[in-house]
């Protein structure tokens, strides 16, 4: 009897726990679909909690406007699917030479590439700056892609290393066999490494788009207005909000929580939809790349 | 034919350069390079003029300013640090309490996995700014209540600001846990079952086994995780250090050298903040609980236990065989 008392409540314990964090997290992203469809009225009538009392699209309809939306979303996808592509090709090619092959240097190269990820990127980024304006970079997409091309780009040592550990799960017979057949090393790296690391590549570019997308401080840096990202759209969205209200003369019309709210959500969204279609990859995906550590 | 000349070990050596030399270029351009000018352009006074860059030998010049004239940023590094000691173990402790249930066997369980990994897919610097600001990433039940309002008051300034950013932006730190659930959560399910079995037999409670065994054999995956927060927190946008360093480049006033030295002062705030943690909580120190001699010796017991166990099955498995 007793036993059983306590096996339910450790599983209220645990289920309540699970329901109570799943809540909090999900929490903010409720709230801004719901505030989105709100007027101004319901804004601030205090009967309205959750759900609006005339559900408006108004407001989406505005933030579209405001931010140019379509074309900014194909700006977006762009602008970070062509560097994750440049990046994920990159650090395949440096996790293999690491995972396959023994070298002098090795080691303290590896540390190295371990090292750029607790190096922020203010102390690169003036000298990176100025150099891209050297070569006239900037304003450009060129400005993302070529520390990318040159597994420089955003987090690439996390990539390095997801690749690393894809890698040396290889069979080494596997190759041997091959080099007697007289493979050279590209047909080994094509044929038999690529596809045994398949989510490998799936998860790299996956996080590396996702990454790129939200990046707006050196986006802003680098772009110099030149190039506008969704979340750069949105860092800016009171001040064009405004602008387009009074060139379309809808007098009274405010940037509120609303109006922001909906904003938010147009910027996400393209990102909730890619998640809903790979979440299993990008959950799985970590736990197969083995960072855990073996 | 050259190439059968070379001894395997040359030949890999040479083929290892050549796929990692993409890396190696881009290393020496894109930040070696960039970290030795940032030293050096830490020391000069950097303006950008209509005929380029004309910069000027300081000395020490930046980071006294730095340090000794602007409010401003003093306070904000020292916000920064505040922040990230205060946050650093409340999002680690809640990534690690979150994998343990999920490594539980509970229903919904992928589901609830695809949640708290969400974050990480939508945070940046302008989603966060408007959620903070709407009040969304608060504890609720919490903006109006008076009661923290006058502790607030109460505490010193520093501490006052720590304590309502903390308030204010508390599910914005769960939000830094995605890829730490995920990590701690594939490092308990590789633990080794056996293991809490026999603790269990000898009569160890979960208490127990949790300070004995998940905690010591996950210390590698919690140290990896102390530093991913640290770095996430410290890299991410809303950061007022890192937006400061910014506005300086272009500032007529300081300039780039000046925002140089910030960024030279803020990398080593960061590397001692790290330092500081690796000290509390680092790999391969002896530890309380994981390398005490007891527990070492009761390890060994268990480990005997379970050597027993399977030879007790194998026994059982061949009388079996023979039967049939």
Redesign the interface.
């Given at each position: 009897m007793q036993k059983k008392a306590q096996r339910i409540g450790y599983n209220v314990m645990i289920y309540g726990f699970v329901i109570v964090m799943g809540f909090v997290f999900v929490f903010p992203l409720l709230k801004m679909i719901s505030m989105g469809f709100m007027t101004s009225d319901d804004l601030v009538n205090p009967l309205v909690n959750w759900i609006p009392y005339s559900f408006s699209t108004e407001n989406y309809e505005r933030a579209v406007r405001v931010m140019g939306y379509w074309k900014t979303l194909g700006t977006t996808i762009f602008v970070s699917v062509t560097p994750a592509l440049l990046q994920t090709f990159t650090c395949s090619l440096v996790g293999y030479g690491f995972a396959r092959y023994k070298f002098k240097g090795q080691n303290i190269l590896f540390a190295l590439v371990l090292a750029t990820f607790i190096i922020p990127s203010q102390i690169t980024m003036i000298p990176q700056y100025l150099m891209y304006k050297d070569l006239n970079l900037l304003g450009s997409v060129n400005a993302y892609l070529l520390p990318a091309i040159f597994g420089q780009g955003f987090k690439s040592s996390i990539f390095i290393l997801i690749f690393y550990n894809f890698y040396k799960q290889m069979p080494v017979s596997l190759i041997e066999a091959a080099e007697v057949d007289g493979g050279t090393q590209m047909n080994v790296f094509f044929n038999i490494a690529i596809p045994i690391a398949k989510p490998g590549f799936l998860i790299s570019f996956l996080l590396s788009t996702v990454w790129y997308w939200n990046e707006t401080y050196l986006g802003s840096l680098y772009f110099q207005g030149k190039i506008k990202t969704l979340p750069i759209q949105l860092q800016a969205f009171v001040e064009s909000f405004n602008k387009l209200v009074a060139s379309e003369g809808a007098s009274g019309v405010t940037a509120n929580e609303a109006a922001q709210m909906a904003g938010t959500f147009l910027v996400i969204v393209p990102l909730l939809i890619l998640y809903a279609f790979t979440q299993k990859w990008f959950v799985e995906g970590i736990d197969k790349s083995g960072i855990t550590g073996e | 034919m050259d190439k059968k000349k070379l001894t395997k070990?040359a030949r890999?050596?040479?083929?290892?350069?050549?796929?990692?030399s993409?890396?190696?270029?881009?290393?020496l351009?894109?930040?070696i390079?960039?970290?030795f000018?940032?030293i050096k352009?830490s020391f000069d006074s950097v303006i950008i003029s209509a005929n380029g860059?004309i910069t000027e030998f300081v000395g020490f010049l930046n980071y006294q300013n730095a340090f000794l004239s602007d409010v401003t940023f003093t306070k904000a590094l020292i916000q920064y640090i505040g922040q990230i000691v205060l946050e650093v173990p409340i999002a680690v402790v809640?990534s690690l309490?979150?994998a343990m249930?999920?490594s539980?066997d509970?229903k919904?369980k992928?589901l609830?996995?695809?949640?708290?990994?969400?974050?990480?897919?939508?945070?940046?610097?302008?989603?966060m700014?408007?959620?903070t600001?709407?009040g969304?990433?608060a504890i609720?039940g919490t903006q109006d209540s008076s009661l923290i309002d006058s502790i607030i008051m109460m505490l010193p300034e520093t501490l006052g600001t720590l304590l309502s950013t903390l308030i204010d932006s508390f599910?914005m730190i769960?939000?830094f846990c995605g890829?730490q659930i995920?990590?701690l959560?594939?490092?308990l399910q590789?633990m080794d079952k056996p293991m809490y079995e026999a603790a269990h037999i000898d009569g160890a409670s979960a208490w127990e086994s949790f300070w004995l065994i998940t905690l010591p054999n996950l210390r590698?995956?919690i140290v990896?995780c102390i530093?991913y927060t640290i770095?996430t927190i410290?890299?991410f946008?809303t950061n007022p250090v890192?937006?400061m360093?910014?506005e300086n480049?272009f500032s007529i006033t300081s300039g780039?050298g000046y925002?140089?030295a910030?960024?030279?002062v803020?990398?080593f705030t960061?590397?001692l903040v790290?330092g500081f943690f690796m000290l509390i909580y680092g790999p391969k120190k002896a530890n309380l609980y994981g390398n005490s001699k007891a527990v070492k010796q009761q390890m060994k017991e268990y480990e005997k236990v379970i050597r027993d166990q399977k030879r007790e099955q194998r026994k059982l498995k061949r009388t079996a065989g023979k039967e049939e």
């Open positions: - | 070990s890999d050596s040479i083929r290892g350069w050549m796929f990692v993409v890396w190696v270029i881009g290393f351009i894109f930040t390079y960039p970290i000018r940032t352009m860059l809640f309490l979150i249930v999920l539980k509970i919904g992928g609830m996995r695809t949640v708290f990994f969400l974050p990480v897919i939508i945070i940046s610097g302008p989603v700014e408007k959620f600001d709407m969304l990433m609720q599910v769960l939000w890829v995920l990590l959560l594939s490092a590789k590698t995956m990896i530093v770095v410290s890299t946008d890192i937006s360093i910014q480049m780039m925002a140089s910030q960024a030279w803020y990398f960061l590397l790290i």
